[in-house]
């Protein structure tokens, strides 16, 4: 169960991360992972959520915490 919410950490992230404008590049430099992995999860995100890119993901100021 440990490990499932590291997924969803790295996943909430990546999406806020992606939401303030980082490249796919960009956020793979930051938390140490591919750019492949950033976007596959990026990809899952935007399934999750009904949208179809990173410019609808919510802002990271108007996200809930």
Do not use: F, H, M
């Amino acid at each position: 169960c440990g490990s499932a919410i590291s997924v969803q950490l790295v996943a909430r992230l990546i999406a806020q991360l992606a939401a303030s404008g980082l490249t796919n590049a960009q956020i793979a430099k930051r938390i140490e992972r591919s750019r492949e992995t950033v976007s596959d999860r990026l990809g899952v995100i935007y399934k999750e959520l009904g949208i179809r890119s990173r410019r609808q993901l919510p802002k990271p100021e108007s996200s809930v915490r």
